[in-house]
């Protein structure tokens, strides 16, 4: 039995064990929770547009969307590319206490993403990283050698965590460059090193392209509002009994949503009286095969039962999408993406996706789940080899790539979508 449940009841065992990180567990019975993506900090660190997840084709700003689930817990599934702690986080693959109202969720799950941001990501700390980051410039332009966070810390006097803040998002931007494997040592990009002198003209560049103390400011104002609900966090949202009502509580808000299912419960599918904004399922196999070594379903049936919410697709009157979420060599690869093709087509979702997984948190396992003697980089997905893999797809199937995204590592294509029409959810 698990430490983390008694008597049908979520333990505080639990919630401490969660809350150690960014997790907020919100809720009489405990299994809601909250966490704000890389994405999210990233927006609000500069307010700009080009920070943002691969959801912004679709209108999602990152700094408005409220990442969330209604059964963090629960989960019919292990999959080998989970980032949550199947091996010990998980408790069952039923609903196993009482569930707690949607509406009183949705509150806490708002007022808990503010706190976040008023306490958590304080506006302070990135009005401070802007001014950072031109000390960081600056400094360079000056020393003409290579820096790192300690030479840094010595002469700028910022703590290493505001440094070293600074130094991602400059490198994220191509501001500045590792010049090792060790990437811990940088220096200038040469086309700000040969052309900029002054700190006048090193703030003027910033606030160009990279962000401005308003940009920050109206990123945080907005941010107290959420305009987007992923239910998409952990767990397998359609195991909570309410979420029709989920839904419609968010939309009363006026708010979107989008909910990301394993698709082995099509009955609940089909129960919904509220569709979500768009609804995507994840299709992570070729076959039952692939699909037992991939998802490692702790029911029985999961295939089968994943086909038929495939198939209840073109009945669904909200937006729809099939995501591929890709480990190299193990259940995708060019002569795989032939099969994958088959089902798509006879689906017929709005959308396809194929989306390499994220190597990080408890994903970082992949090797250990998959018995196998390679090494954990041997099964991500590079943005190349996806795109190889992206464009086999769209000559097979004849689906138009219609957008991609490297830093996510995330192509989409129009199924039974017009490729000219805009992509931008507008109402809830």
Known sequence: MSPFIVDNKITNKFVEAYTKT??????????????PCHWFEQRLMTGRDNRNCYKGVFGVKSHLCLQNTPSIPFCNHQCVFCWRDVESGALGNEFIVEPDDPGLIVEELIKQQQD????HLPLKRYLENYEVMIDIIHFMLKSKER?????MYEYIGASKTKIERGFTLLKNR????????????????????????????????????????EDIMNAHYEALTPMHAAISLDGEPFLYPRMSEYVEEFKKRHMTTFIVTNGTLPEKIEQLEVLPSQLYVTLPAYDEQSYKKICRPTIRGGWERLNKTLNLLQSLTCR?????TAVKDNNINEQLIKKYA?????????????????????????????KSDKEVQDFFPSYEYLENIA?????????????SNKVSRDFLFAVDWDKEKDLTIKNP
């Not at 729809?320 to 591929?324: F, K, Q, Y």
């Not at 089902?343 to 997984?357: D, R």
């Open 174 to 213: 191509e501001f500045i460059r590792p010049t090792d494997a060790t990437l811990q040592n940088f220096e200038l990009d040469g086309d700000i090193s040969c052309c900029l002198e002054s700190r006048e003209e090193i703030q003027e560049l910033v606030d160009r392209e990279l962000t401005t103390p």
């Open 147 to 151: 820096q790192n966070v300690n030479s």
């Open 391 to 403: 464009l086999e797809f769209e000559r097979i199937s004849g689906f138009p790539l219609i957008y």
């Open 342 to 370: 088959e089902i798509v087509k006879k689906a017929q979702p709005n959308f396809f996706e194929i989306k390499g997984f994220t190597l990080q948190a408890k994903a970082l396992l992949i090797k250990e789940r998959l």
């Open 320 to 324: 729809t999408l099939i995501r591929l």
């Open 22 to 35: 960014t997790y907020r567990i919100v809720g009489k019975n405990k299994h809601s929770a909250v966490k």
């Open 116 to 119: 976040i941001v008023k306490n």
